[in-house]
């Protein structure tokens, strides 16, 4: 989420309770104080030791209920907001209440009945935990910080049960991911290694494009796209998937964009922080989206890279680099939308809110009305500020932002939840966007487009009526699981 990396934390509570958490709990069993005999059923194990974990702390308070504390990002105790655990030993209809007791944000989605995702090893597709089971609420037993308590009855005794903030998606299944994609061999696909994290994981970029353009005379249309700067943002990944999918699909929109533009997609900014389990901040502790304005080669390498390879292309005379797309999660709104940068020429504010005002057409979940342009100081840091800046009048640079919980559709006042294949459609959408914003539609051959109506790809045709609520206009602060419903 691009914001006030101060904004809504607790700063009476900066240490995330009375003891520093420093690791994840690892295959802890949590028993009854004073309990000396033998494990039993219902003794319940959680563990937070694998990819993308967190769990710092367990307290035992009785027999039905648990104090679960986040662990802090590392090296940075200030971020407390994302977790990812199992549970298993459960006794069969054992009915708990967890109790997640140190965010140090207050102001959160928890409050509009968001709820964490659950699966289980016999039921591995994750869902939302059902709204009337989750409360949130000032706590007076944890000096009135705000708590997230949820009500689970476990129903099969060999299970190992998963809980966490949001669908995770971990560094292994982007390699996973790319992998697959490179055994395709697309000759319109480049995978490479643009440089390495601080623990050594790869920083991959792709290129996708007609193999054409990339001969070296030939003048270059470039939009570049970013995911995971803050790792626990993990829909900035679906979505990024859903774009990533679209453009190397067989749909004719699709191939028009390869002939048209080079997509140029990082698709995890910070995999150190993904890997770790962190919320907002890298293995050092650094927010990165804080940094684009003199990364270190050694703090903040995959930064450092991804920035000199954008400068690189700003300074070749045959790249126009007409677009940057920061793709994050937002943890108070709903709905996706944008955040762009306020300029002194009217006319180009203008030019820079059509992209907003296509994808809202394309996209049902996509909400012009959220979508501002803003200046803030505490912001300069961010990509899309700082590139703004960098970049001549002909480059747009936009944050873009989704619901780590919904989406309201125009004229509807219930919010649908997201799913990862809704933000998967966010992402197909927003690749489609481009073809309408370079008014390339009188180039797709009708007669293959027939194959496609009822494919996977929303936003096929201009007919949909994206987020509209309120007065239309986009805003300018100038000043400005198969586990049962119990």
């Known amino acids: 989420m ?28 949590v028993t009854p104080p004073g309990y000396t005999g033998p494990p039993k059923k219902g003794h319940i194990i959680f563990d937070a030791c694998f990819e993308s974990g967190n ?3 367990v307290d035992y308070i009785s027999e039905f209920e648990f104090d679960l504390f986040i662990r802090p990002d590392t ?7 994302w977790f990812n655990f199992t549970v298993e030993n ?38 939302r935990l059902p709204a009337k089971n989750v409360y949130y609420y000032r706590c007076p037993d944890h000096r009135r910080n705000y708590v997230m308590s949820f009500a689970f009855c476990f129903d099969r005794e060999d299970d190992v049960y998963q809980f966490a903030y949001c669908y995770p998606y971990t560094y292994s299944r982007l390699q ?3 992998a697959s994609l490179e055994r395709r061999n697309l000759d319109y696909l480049q995978r490479e290694q643009l440089g390495l994290s601080v623990q050594q994981r790869r920083l991959d970029l792709l ?6 353009h990339l001969n070296q005379e030939r003048e270059k249309r470039v939009v570049f796209l970013t995911a995971r700067v803050h790792p626990g943002e ?21 191939q028009v964009l390869r002939d048209h533009v080079i997509f140029k997609i990082v698709p995890m900014l910070n995999p150190d922080g993904v890997y770790l389990g962190n919320y907002r901040c890298s293995l050092m502790g650094f927010d990165l989206n804080r940094h684009w304005q003199d990364p270190s080669p050694w703090a903040h390498p995959t930064l450092h890279a991804v920035k000199q390879l954008i400068v690189q292309m700003n300074q070749d005379p045959k790249v126009s680099l007409e677009f940057y797309i920061d793709v994050h999660a937002h943890s108070t709104m709903m709905n996706g939308f944008m955040y762009g940068n306020v300029f002194e020429e009217e006319e180009r504010g203008q030019r820079q809110a059509v992209f907003p005002r296509l994808l809202c057409q394309n996209a049902p979940d996509f909400s012009l009305s959220s979508t501002s342009f803003n200046r803030d100081v505490v912001k300069a840091g961010t990509g899309r500020r700082f590139l703004g800046g960098l970049l001549d009048d002909t480059s747009y640079c936009y944050t873009l932002e989704v619901s780590f919980y919904s989406y309201l559709t125009a004229g509807s006042t219930s919010p649908v939840p997201y799913t990862e294949d809704g933000y998967m459609k966010l992402g197909r959408n927003v690749a489609r966007t481009f073809v309408d914003y370079y008014k390339l539609n009188n180039l797709i051959d009708e007669s293959k487009l027939t194959g496609h109506i009822n494919s996977p790809f929303d936003g096929t045709s201009t007919s949909h009526q994206g987020n509209n609520a309120g007065n239309g206009k986009v805003k300018s602060d100038r000043k400005p699981h198969g586990v049962r419903d119990y």
């Open 207 to 212: 290129t996708i494009t007609n193999p054409a």
């Open 176 to 178: 996973h991911y790319l």
């Open 90 to 127: 459960v006794r069969e209809t054992q009915r708990v209440i967890f109790n997640i007791v140190n965010f140090s944000k207050t102001k959160s989605l928890y409050r509009d009945g968001m709820s964490p995702v659950v699966k289980s090893t016999s039921r591995p597709k994750w869902q």
């Open 55 to 57: 769990l710092g702390r």
């Open 2 to 29: 691009e914001e006030n990396s101060r904004e809504h934390l607790d700063t009476d509570n900066e240490a995330g309770g009375e003891d520093a958490l420093v690791g994840n709990v690892n295959k802890l069993m």
């Open 75 to 81: 090296c940075n105790p200030r971020f407390r907001v």
């Open 234 to 254: 993990s829909p900035a990944s679906f979505i990024c998937q859903g774009v990533i999918d679209f453009l190397v699909s067989q749909h004719p929109i699709a």
